[in-house]
């Protein structure tokens, strides 16, 4: 079983719609979560980071993680064309040595 | 300039030719990583260094080796390389201390490796 798993899509939506992106997790010890945009043929760019359970908001943006289910959550809100990437989401445990990532989320927004 | 620079950004090479892939810093950063990301595995650590003189494998190192020239410099070379190490390759570094993971990885823009 992989550390993360991720629905690696892809997502195609209209232009405004909300997007949810999830990840689910096997290891108790991930303490930092957090969530990378790609471009294409670019490397991915830090776009949210949490520390333990709770919501965090940037903008249009929301990152969530449930620790006790193991399930983190970024949601956009009036998605734009621009949004349109590859999704990464990962987690680290408190020292930060090594971070896990998920398959990456390709999502499509449609003008 | 980038943060962190990797080089060269596209490469085709023949199977048994070893290649050498390289990336530099300007963060100063002691944490250095090399990934490479294969469509549906994601990024797959490849080796990590913590400072000059540390070097640790990551989960698919063979194959691999790598050289920590300075604390701004992480090589990675392929020995001898083989068309299942066609992939995209990631340098990345961290700063943990400051940033208690608000700065994540920084990472170069990757180098698309063809072997044939």
């Known amino acids: 079983q992989k550390e993360v798993e991720q629905d690696p899509g892809p997502l195609s939506v209209p232009e405004g719609a909300i997007v949810s992106l999830n990840c689910t997790y096997s290891?108790?010890?991930?303490?930092?979560f957090m969530w990378y945009r790609q471009y294409s043929r670019k490397g991915p760019e830090l776009l949210m980071y949490?520390?333990?359970?709770g919501n965090k908001e940037d903008g249009r943006f929301t990152a969530q993680v449930d620790k006790s289910s193991k399930y983190i959550s970024l949601f956009i809100r009036d998605s734009q064309p621009s949004d349109s990437a590859t999704y990464l989401c990962?987690?680290?445990?408190?020292?930060?040595?090594?971070?896990?990532f998920g398959s990456g989320t390709k999502l499509n927004v449609k003008p | 300039d980038a943060d962190v620079t990797q080089t060269p950004r596209n490469r085709i090479t023949k199977t048994g030719k070893r290649i050498m892939l390289e990336c530099s810093q300007t963060?100063?950063?002691?944490?250095m990583y090399w990934y490479r990301q294969d469509p549906g595995l994601g990024l797959r650590l490849i080796y990590y260094?913590?400072?000059?003189?540390?070097?640790n494998k990551g989960e698919i190192s063979d194959g691999y080796s790598v050289s920590r020239q300075a604390q701004a410099k992480f090589s990675l070379s392929l020995e001898s390389a083989i068309p299942n190490q066609t992939a995209l390759y990631f340098c990345?570094?961290?700063?943990?201390?400051?940033?208690?993971?608000?700065?994540?990885?920084?990472f170069g823009s990757g180098t698309r490796l063809t072997v044939v």
């Open positions: 990345a570094t961290s700063d943990p201390v400051s940033g208690q993971g608000n700065n994540g990885y920084t």
């Open positions: 290891n108790s010890a991930f303490q930092y």
């Open positions: 949490t520390y333990s359970s």
């Open positions: 990962a987690m680290s445990s408190y020292n930060f040595n090594k971070f896990y």
């Open positions: 963060k100063g950063h002691d944490r």
């Open positions: 260094s913590f400072d000059v003189k540390d070097i």
